[in-house]
């Protein structure tokens, strides 16, 4: 019937078919290439993983050197793991610095902040690098997932960092550059952006890295004057601290940061209770002061926190109300306490009738 309709229909036909067979194929092969991409992404973010976790260094095998580094691009380190790292792997690179960017951060939908108007180059003056340095910094804070591109931060914290990061910081160095008439504002700038860094760095549990950025931040703040942000650096450093079971290190920066920093810094002292409640044992002083830290502190900055906060004040209210008097031991919606409360009271009541007895 297509041969009497149009001459050439024999030919035309075929080749129409042919075409809608490898439209399917291109179809079918674009999830195997960005299953293949994500694989690659992923095996490269792994291999720093291990120099940041529980705060101990380990060998940063895979990364990129920052003195490795070249401004037209790098080269992947990913690329020497496979057999075929010469056209597959570079295309693969191009593909996923298309998805991501070329600075390895996947992006969110939320407004990014407008970069600076004059370029940057290897010419520009300390103020455009710091002004470049603050816009790539807050970019950071648009990233949603895993960041693909690390680096290892020779210079800092001897850390696996996101390359994105440490160019940021490199570039608000700057900072030390800038007359003494702007240079107390830029440096307290810089202190709060590591300390944003260190933020986004220990909530992914990159603890060498993140303890390194808290403590610069503290430093950076103390030179220009910042007596709260570097009170907060500490605080929060001591949080992380306890996170990651280091109680001695915590306990330290958290006294410090209680002594820069009181009444708009309710964290250090809180934490700092429960850390003296803890090991308090059979001290009753040390136990009551401890106490009095946690009573005494005042809302705290998460939602989290501040609920903690409030049932420990109710716990630790209804046990001195509790020691009192046996009638107070049903004052609660816990069974546990009101079974410990009970016995302990049977129990010291038995004590004095034996000890009366035999006297």
């Not at 210079?155 to 490199?170: H, I, R």
């Not at 049932?311 to 919606?333: G, M």
Request: with cysteine; net charge positive; charged share 20%.
């Amino acid at each position: 019937i297509a041969r009497r309709l149009h001459p050439t229909s024999h030919v035309l036909i075929p080749r129409y078919f042919d075409i809608l067979a490898a439209n399917r194929s291109v179809h079918m092969l674009q999830p195997l290439l960005l299953t293949f991409v994500t694989l690659v992404a992923t095996i490269k973010s792994a291999a720093v993983t291990g120099a940041n976790q529980g705060g101990v260094l380990a060998p940063s095998v895979g990364l990129e050197s920052s003195s490795g580094k070249s401004r037209g691009g790098s080269v992947d380190s990913y690329t020497s793991l496979f057999p075929w790292n010469g056209l597959i792997s570079a295309v693969a690179t191009s593909i996923w610095h298309r998805i991501i960017g070329q600075d390895g951060i996947a992006r969110s939908s939320t407004t990014m902040a407008l970069a600076p108007a004059e370029m940057l180059s290897s010419d520009s003056n300390w103020e455009v690098r710091f002004d470049w340095g603050l816009y790539r910094s807050k970019q950071l804070e648009t990233v949603e997932g895993s960041v693909s591109s690390w680096v290892s931060d020779t210079a800092g914290s001897q850390a696996g960092v996101p390359k994105a990061m440490l160019d940021a910081e490199e570039l608000m160095a700057a900072a030390d550059l800038a007359p003494q008439t702007q240079q107390k504002d830029k440096t307290a700038t810089r202190a709060l952006r590591i300390y944003s860094h260190a933020k986004w760095l220990a909530e992914r549990n990159m603890a060498r890295a993140a303890e390194w950025r808290y403590r610069e931040a503290y430093r950076l703040a103390r030179v220009s004057r910042r007596t709260v942000l570097a009170a907060h650096s500490l605080s929060r450093l001591g949080y992380f601290l306890m996170h990651w079971h280091r109680h001695d290190d915590a306990r330290e920066v958290l006294r410090e940061s209680e002594r820069l920093s009181k009444k708009s810094n309710p964290l250090a002292p809180y934490l700092l209770g429960i850390l003296e409640r803890r090991s308090a044992g059979a001290d009753s002083e040390r136990l009551l002061a401890a106490e009095e830290r946690i009573l005494s502190s005042g809302e705290q900055p998460a939602e989290e926190l501040e609920v903690q906060r409030q049932q420990l004040s109710q716990e630790i209210r209804y046990w001195r109300l509790a020691q009192h008097s046996p009638r107070h031991c049903t004052k609660t919606f816990n069974v546990a306490h009101v079974a410990i409360c009970l016995c302990s009271h049977s129990f010291s009541r038995l004590w004095q009738l034996f000890s009366f007895a035999e006297s």
